[in-house]
């Protein structure tokens, strides 16, 4: 099974499995983390440096937290809407699986409109988790 993991903050091997079930043992975990900016005025000056390194930051602490918990996983950033940067990791990641990390509904990285139809538009089974700060 291939489990893309979409994250805007680090998370666990056992996060990773209970958002899956059983089916994480022996998965591949792609790990993307979206380039956010802290502002629309951010985003518009282009000023996407300090937002792409948080999001590495991100994506590596992912990937040393599940091979820890002994899943084979990769990271990467991707683009800072959340559906463009599914869409480009299924391009070169066929997933299975998409799992979505998430904020309680005050805390949100991104909202929930940004994810409307993901599954539908990619045709893979959408599981979402919220995370706690």
């Known amino acids: ?3 893309l993991v979409l994250t805007a903050e680090p998370v666990t091997g056992e996060m990773v499995r209970a958002a899956v079930g059983e089916e994480a043992e022996g998965a591949e975990v792609l790990v993307v983390s979206p380039a956010l900016h802290d502002s629309p005025v951010a ?3 282009s000023d996407s440096d300090e937002a792409i390194a948080e999001a ?12 820890e918990d002994g899943l084979d996983a990769a990271g ?3 683009e800072s809407e959340p559906l463009q940067a599914v869409q ?7 997933a299975d699986r998409i799992v979505v990390f998430s ?6 990285a991104y909202r ?4 409307e139809g993901i599954e539908e538009r990619f045709g893979v089974p959408v599981v ?3 995370v706690s700060r």
Request: glycine share 2%; aromatic share 8%; net charge negative.
């Open 1 to 3: 099974m291939r489990v």
């Open 43 to 45: 985003f518009w000056v």
């Open 56 to 67: 590495q930051q991100v994506a590596d602490e992912t990937v040393e937290r599940l091979e």
């Open 76 to 78: 990467d950033t991707g």
């Open 88 to 94: 480009d990791a299924l391009a070169t990641f066929p």
């Open 103 to 108: 904020h309680p509904e005050a805390q949100r």
């Open 112 to 115: 929930e409109e940004d994810l």
């Open 128 to 130: 979402r988790s919220t």
